[in-house]
């Protein structure tokens, strides 16, 4: 049974596996229980710094590539905001890869900040092909940003082949990756790869509660934005007010732009040094032996995928078929009953005709949890299929 | 001995008695470390809608007047961009009214977006005059903003006062007030003042930790947004976006538009529960109780404050001047020695000659804990006055 014998179950909880947030650990938990502390006190400033240096340790970069690590209270959502007011002036033309919900939001928050939007869109379930993003990168845009994983159909985008082509068509065109849900459950080696923004949030592969945006920017991003000649066009989320903010925290020094949120980033930190303790490889793999654990049973259901195939699904989540004649209704709260959540459709084209499993985290890295079992067992109670 | 007792004291806790964040009730802290728990589930919408309804009653308002409670992930800070994303648009007039460090913080906010600020600025420790304020509304500006309590002087701006005069003399004025440090600490009445805007976050006078922005919005302001003739200058904070999903909360439905962090909200939600199971103005008499000791106290010591006069000092926190030939070095680490932790001066004119103590929640409401007590008993030991 998920959360047994944890000192902050509630006799309520039911096991989370839904594209984020997901199952927190205990001492993620304790930690987001830190009693008030300064986030300028000599017990915090090392937390904050420690954390930041994991991150970059996760995303596979270093200190010696000039990345910047970013992080502020805020929702995943944030990371776009930030994309668009520090690296996007009025005019200036973007590229969105888009594979899902997620896509059409990010294209439409650039818009907020003046880009001028080319989407390359893909059927429901497929990814661009080469010739479009080879196509679109003829004009030279400043930007072009990849979803990772849209958590709406659960299609895992080929960062690093994206990235080739964007290295060897349009060198100059900075490359953001949108992956809230894919740090810490699909690779990304942020250096490798020549990405220039990464975005995420703590609730998916992290494993922290909700309210942390976390970003990390390549030297050449913090160049984009040092040679604006505009004003960068938000205050809250400035880089210029808080990238010397976070290179003090880095430097074990005090400083004030808003108050962080202390609890949450004590619990990233938690979060990040359990990470960090195996390898990162490892951990990744643990993502993809849980993806197919719960793809090949769900095949074995007789059950199909929103994405078109095996290689370009998401390795932290699942977006599953309902078999012919069969609704949310039959299926999601018949598991609920059985304290499992997962979570509705969400593309538009086809919000009714599948669901979602999140397969993050503890789930899928503590296998002795049994959280996976538990969920295939449901399904096949509920589809009549044990 | 602070904390005694609470389940989550730590080796290292040392009394918190910044202005901002402040000691948590082992109920919040609990609340925090709620495990994973989607952000749609039938068991959250109605605690997130319950803190919306709170929050409307902590601030004296009513859902009759139209009032809309907005919670955001972020920090106090982004309730500046709200404002200036949402009902600024290019070349509006704004008066700021400054009374320290966070006047012109927010001034600097409002002009990114593209307000002309002319800023009332009071001399340090003391208010703008209503002939100032007056002649400033001459220009019959858009809004004019309120610092309520300056946490980087203790000052405390009289703003039902002020309201009064933007109704005489400009009445489609809109007013915000910056209510970060006062919030649950000072009295405030939104709908009998007539306030268009209240800002906050969560981590000084409504004790629970930060990461959460919070803002109280008029039906004048709503219409505001509502005639704007140029785009909402941001995404993530757009009210367009967030109203309908707080409105659906609210209405115990379930909405998405960014994860909000669901943990905070549950201990946003505990306290709220707690300050509305008294009456709002008993709570604000035990601030006022709290800060009167602290003043008497000092000012048996002979201890001089940043503000003019006791009836413009905030009751949340005390700016308070060191003795001749003191200085921080010889104060602030010495009482931390002593497991009390108080802030160092902020305001740039006169950094070195004060510094802050903040009495807010618990340790203002719960006298029983005797934190009020260490801390002046702590001060008289470091200065050589017991």
Chains 1, 2 share one sequence.
């Not at 014998?5 to 096991?15: D, I, M, R, V």
């Not at 979602?356 to 067992?377: F, P, S, W, Y």
Request: charged share 20%; glycine share 8%; hydrophobic share 40%.
């Amino acid at each position: 049974m998920s959360g047994s014998g944890s000192q902050f179950k509630q006799a309520e909880h039911k096991l989370l596996v839904i594209p984020g947030p997901i199952e927190f650990s205990d001492p993620v938990l304790l930690a987001n229980a830190t009693p008030g502390t300064a986030h300028t006190s000599p017990a915090f400033i090392p937390v904050f710094g420690e954390s930041l240096k994991l991150l970059r340790k996760v995303l596979e970069s270093t200190e010696e590539s000039g990345s910047q690590p970013i992080l502020i209270a805020g929702s995943g959502t944030l990371g776009w905001d930030a994309v668009g007011a520090n690296l996007i002036e009025r005019g200036d033309e973007v590229v969105v890869l888009n594979t899902g919900y997620f896509g059409d939001s990010f294209a439409e928050c650039l818009e907020v900040y003046g880009a001028k939007v080319n989407q390359v869109k893909a059927e429901v379930g497929g990814i661009p092909t080469d010739e479009a993003i080879i196509s679109a990168l003829a004009s030279k845009p400043k930007l072009l940003t990849i979803t990772h994983v849209d958590t709406s159909t659960g299609v895992l985008s080929p960062a690093e082949h994206i990235a080739k082509l964007v290295k060897q068509h349009s060198p100059d065109t900075l490359i953001a990756l949108d992956a809230v849900c894919s740090v810490a459950s699909e690779e990304i080696k942020f250096d490798a790869w020549g990405l220039d923004v990464v975005i995420s949030a703590t609730q998916k592969g992290l494993g922290v509660p909700p309210g942390l945006s976390v970003v990390l920017a390549s030297k050449r991003a913090v160049e984009t934005l040092e040679k604006r000649k505009t004003p960068v066009q938000s205050y809250y989320i400035s880089w210029n007010k808080w990238i010397p903010i976070m290179k003090n925290y880095e430097a074990g020094k005090p400083s004030y732009f808003a108050t962080p949120p202390v609890q949450l980033i004590y619990a990233l930190n938690t979060a990040l040094k359990s990470i960090a303790s195996a390898s990162i490889g490892q951990r990744i793999e643990a993502h993809r032996a849980a993806s197919k654990y719960v793809k090949d049973e769900l095949t074995s259901l007789g059950l199909e995928f929103v994405p078109k195939s095996r290689d370009i699904a998401a390795n932290g989540m699942t977006a599953v078929k309902f078999p012919t004649g069969v609704t949310a209704p039959d299926v999601l709260p018949k598991l609920a009953e059985r304290d499992i959540v997962v979570a509705a459709g969400l593309h538009k084209a086809i919000a009714t005709e599948y669901f979602r499993i999140g397969h993050m985290g503890i789930t899928a890295v503590n296998r002795e949890r049994g959280d996976l079992e538990k969920v295939i067992k449901g399904i096949k109670e509920v589809l009549g299929k044990n």
